[in-house]
């Protein structure tokens, strides 16, 4: 078996493991990256990337349906979805083979295969063509997540969609149920919907998209009633089984049974953290009892010295920018440089019609921290710019610590919310106040007056509204 020695390995190649080994690049860590699968991991390839490929492909399709507001006459418009999932798999490809000339210009050694740990130093990388073991004096776990299942009699029917399989479906399907309307739900319920596929959403919880400001995912369901997604919450899948059309859902609601038969059914009930087949037990290797994830402190170091973990097998903030700035903290811990995380200000971008974003406290969790606020909002229909394009839906909500105006939270549900948090995350990040945000000229017309507008209803009430 042939033997090599490195600085640093790295498990996994997914926005987690392939940003830490282009840093250890920067660095000049000797850094091997391993990956069993395919370089970028499930965001690159199954998740992010190709999901907002669809995402822009429907919202085009959409906007040619609506086409005669804007005083333009479209005829006969049609989804092409092979087109569609060929555009997907061009633009992925192009990610990939840009992150590929990447990693040879940071002098990144690549391996294809399945990583095991022998003891503390040494892994086992099985591949097709030959078994290689790697000696390093670091390395860092960036195996990621795969989808969750919930023990729901049928959920393993042949045909049952997952979040991958979803994307690689080579036919629209008439009709759709979407189990779980959580973030993954979400944005596929929007997604199929545009498309022009009769989408259900059944969810457990009483709200859509936990964890989000309850107001902003209220908006979020009427946004999806008016595109005519029917959203069932406070609803338990009981069953799935085959029928004539293709699956029956059956699902309690309020103590009455009820049922929705679909073409397609996708199961989008989250996801869990993945160490299968690493061998943890070998270096004695903590894990979580329930979900199997890696506890890690500070630094992303597990309780092994020289063993780190980052992205979604930490079960932290299971997003791909967290797991892009946990593998930059753990290779900047491993050269010797001072670095955390500012687990505060971790901006959330939810992409559905219209978006959301997110960052810092929401209206529940201040008040469960005792901490006195006060928030403020304004609507996107009141703005110029968002008129001028054709839209109306959305609001944007701060939230600001009473005493000091400092900005602990926002919430924005509108057209270009994933970009517009940005600003907020920033504010949150440096603890600026409203006044900061209030003394800030911005550009005219613009989406980002919004910001402007809601800081102004913390004083003396919003300019336009």
Known sequence: MEKKDYKLAIIGSGPGGYVAALRAGQLGLDTVLIEKEALGGTCLNWGCIPTKAFVRSAEVFSDIQNAKDFGINVQKAEVDFPAVVKRKDKIVKRLVRGIDHLLERNGVDKIEGKASFIDQNRLKIESESENLEIEAENIIIATGSEAALLPIPGADLEGILDSRAALELEKLPKSMVIVGGGIIGMEFAFIFSNFGVDVTVIEYLDQLVSGVDSEIASELNRSARRRRISVKTSSEVKEIKKNEVGYEVIYQQKNKEKSEAAEKVLMAVGRKPYTSGL?????????????????????????????????????????????????????????????????????????????????????????????????????????????????????????????????????????????????????????????????????????????????LGLEDGSIHA
């Open 279 to 455: 061998k943890l037990e070998n270096i004695g290797l903590e894990v979580s009892d329930k979900r199997k994830a890696i506890p890690v402190n500070k630094k992303m170091e597990s309780n092994i010295k020289g063993i780190y973990a980052v992205g979604d097998v930490t079960d932290k903030i299971l997003l791909a920018h967290v797991a892009s700035t946990q593998g930059i903290t753990a290779v900047e811990n491993i050269a010797g440089l001072e670095k955390e995380i500012n687990y505060e200000a971790v901006p959330g971008a939810i992409f559905t019609s219209p978006e959301i974003g997110t960052v810092g406290l929401t209206e529940a969790e201040a008040e469960a921290k005792g901490i006195e606020y006060q928030t403020s909002s304004f609507p996107f229909a009141a703005s110029g710019k968002v008129m001028a394009m054709g839209e109306r839906e959305g609001k944007i909500k701060l939230i600001v610590e009473k005493e000091s105006e400092k900005i602990i939270g926002a919430a924005i549900i509108g057209i270009a919310a994933s970009d517009l948090i940005a600003e907020l995350t920033l504010a949150v990040n440096l603890s600026l106040t409203a006044e900061d945000l209030r003394n800030t000229i911005y550009a005219h017309p613009t989406t980002a007056e919004v910001i402007h507008e809601a800081a």
